[in-house]
């Protein structure tokens, strides 16, 4: 994965929306999105998967959790023999460790610089973390991109592609195509192979040709051995109080031809976070009290200084659920 937006509890009719690219070398095999174990006593995953390393680069579990990630592009500090990084996906996928936890693990593995989303919408966090930063990210709700460099770094493809996602949000937001229709607008954006100006373009040591050529949403080098092999958009549409999420993912061949297009529904998710029950008082005289009576009716009362219509009444409370209306939970 090389570019990524996602808009967090921006829209309320679809709070979760995911615009990705994967680019890789052609002749790395390859599975498409599909359900599949990455251990074979553990949970299922909805991904496309590496078959050369056996990790992904975006998924979801049913648990709630998400994944996604992208390399941080810098051959000066490469290592060939450093453990696959898509690895991490579906650790975090599979596992039941916090973020910061999570983090602190992978950032200690000799793995090649990452930036991974890493969401668990059953605790309402997603975080941004990277072995190249300090510390992981809580992300706030928002649109966020990401390349193959830091978090919101203004590469040209990053900043037009949370654009484009912004502007489809809002076209869609009270319109009545659903999501489909917004899942094509993102592809098409995911396809664009504008090409950066040379002065608004990143250095990261791989020469001006090569950042000219990576500087597309889609990619497709000179000589055919690299480029973006597959778009996928992440719909999470509320119907009522009702959560659907659509996942599409559409595959490119190396050479011309047709492109395929897989898609997965779920129903009921992402889950919702939990909220611990608060007490709220309630008024001990019951629904049916009404005002206080008025001052000539106040007789019988033993206690000349009760003024207030009723007998005093101890307080009362009762437990109550907060609703859940976002996917985040407030921050502190």
């Known amino acids: 994965m090389c570019l990524a937006a996602i808009a967090l509890d921006t829209s309320r009719r679809f709070p979760l929306v995911i615009a990705a690219n994967r680019d890789e070398f052609h002749d790395r095999p390859t599975a ?29 579990s049913l648990s709630g959790r998400l994944g996604l990630l992208t390399n941080v592009r810098e051959p000066a500090r490469h290592e060939p023999d450093a453990p ?45 973390m990277s072995n190249r930063a300090r510390y992981a990210q809580r992300l706030e709700k928002g649109i966020h991109g990401v390349s193959n460099g830091r978090l919101d770094e203004p590469w040209p493809k990053v900043v037009r592609l949370k654009q ?77 109080r009702t959560l659907v999420t659509h996942v599409f993912e559409r595959s490119y061949p190396a050479a011309q031809g047709m492109a395929l297009m897989r898609r997965a529904t779920l129903k009921d998710w992402p889950p919702r976070y939990q909220t611990s029950p608060i007490e709220v008082p309630v008024d001990p005289r019951g629904a049916d009290y009404a005002a206080p009576v008025q001052e000539a009716d106040m007789t019988g009362f033993e206690h000349e200084g ?23 939970r407030p921050a502190r």
């Open 32 to 60: 498409r999105l599909g359900w599949w174990r990455p251990d074979p006593n553990g949970p299922e995953v909805l991904s496309g998967r590496d078959l050369s390393a056996g990790g992904t680069w975006l998924g979801l």
């Open 84 to 128: 696959s990084r898509g690895g991490l996906v579906t650790r975090w996928l599979t596992g039941d460790h916090p973020p910061d936890r999570f983090w602190v693990r992978a950032s200690l593995m000799g793995h090649n610089g990452f930036n991974f989303i890493a969401a668990d919408f059953s605790r309402g966090e997603c975080h941004w």
């Open 164 to 240: 484009d996602l912004a502007d489809a949000l809002a076209q869609h937001e009270d319109t009545a195509p659903g999501p489909d229709t917004l899942a094509q607008s993102l592809m098409a954006a995911l396809t664009s192979r504008t090409v950066a100006q040379d002065e608004d373009l990143p250095v990261t040591g791989v020469g001006l040709d090569l950042e000219r050529q990576l500087s597309a949403a889609f990619v497709r080098t000179a000589d055919g051995r690299y480029g973006t092999r597959s778009s996928t958009v992440i719909v999470t549409e509320r119907t009522g």
């Open 306 to 328: 009760d003024t207030s219509g009723s007998p005093a009444l101890p307080p009362a409370t009762r437990t109550v659920r907060p609703r859940v209306r976002s996917l985040l």
